[in-house]
T-cell receptor, first 114, second 116 residues
Framework: NAGVTQTPKFQVLKTGQSMTLQCAQD?????MSWYRQDPGMGLRLIHY???????DQGEVPNGYNVSRSTTEDFPLRLLSAAPSQTSVYFC?????????????FGPGTRLTVT | AQSVTQLDSQVPVFEEAPVELRCNYS??????LFWYVQYPNQGLQLLLK??????LVKGINGFEAEFNKSQTSFHLRKPSVHISDTAEYFC??????????????FGKGTKLSVIP
């Protein structure tokens, strides 16, 4: 199993540009989520999905869109990039939405917005 | 609302010395607690978790944590650290959302630096 994969690893955008961060998992997990990591802030939840076709907002959803058309994929879209979105983005998945399941993380995408 | 406080942002420790990374949580209901580790330029991986039962939880790489309900703490310990333990450590609590699913809420992290 490849686990959770993310592309690209690095990206530089100009303010106002849009892009999609890709996330895929091959573990047949129902639950997937996106976090951003900023220095001294820990990880903050952007959006999550409890299954194909079902998504919901996390703690910091503004400026981001998601959709979940398949179990495997959970892309994150930046609609109009802003310097405040400079961050490291992590995708994660787990078996289902229950409390006790281990969450598996991808290697991250480092995004810089100039 | 549940939250997690990691009391130290950075902890330097000499190789082969013991270490304790502190974590406190706030909650009025049953909690599920986790410690994750992030090595430089990598994603997070699970060290250990507390769901119920024994309050002393053992994890990978010689780490253990003790759940203390009266003090609302879940401190991480290792009796003898190695250079390879240099990483950032995150405490997390599983929080039930209004829709009924559970989300992980993370502390701000503690950077452990092991000094040769």
């Amino acid at each position: 199993n490849a686990g959770v994969t993310q592309t690209p690893k690095f990206q530089v955008l100009k303010t106002g540009q849009s892009m999609t961060l890709q996330c895929a998992q091959d573990m047949n997990h129902e639950y997937m989520s996106w976090y951003r990591q900023d220095p001294g802030m820990g990880l903050r939840l952007i959006h999550y999905s409890v299954g194909a076709g079902i998504t919901d907002q996390g703690e910091v959803p503004n400026g981001y869109n998601v959709s979940r058309s398949t179990t495997e994929d959970f892309p994150l879209r930046l609609l109009s990039a802003a310097p405040s979105q400079t961050s490291v983005y992590f995708c994660a998945s787990r078996v289902e939405a229950g409390a006790s399941y281990e969450q598996y993380f991808g290697p991250g995408t480092r995004l810089t917005v100039t | 609302a549940q939250s997690v406080t990691q009391l130290d942002s950075q902890v330097p420790v000499f190789e082969e010395a013991p270490v304790e990374l502190r974590c406190n949580y706030s909650s009025s209901v049953s909690v599920y607690l986790f410690w994750y580790v992030q090595y430089p330029n990598q994603g997070l991986q699970l060290l250990l978790k507390y769901l119920s039962g024994s309050t002393l939880v053992k994890g990978i790489n010689g780490f253990e944590a003790e759940f203390n309900k009266s003090q609302t703490s879940f401190h991480l310990r290792k009796p003898s650290v190695h250079i390879s333990d240099t990483a950032e450590y995150f405490c997390a609590v599983s929080v039930r959302s209004g829709a009924g699913s559970y989300q992980l809420t993370f502390g701000k992290g503690t950077k452990l630096s092991v000094i040769p």
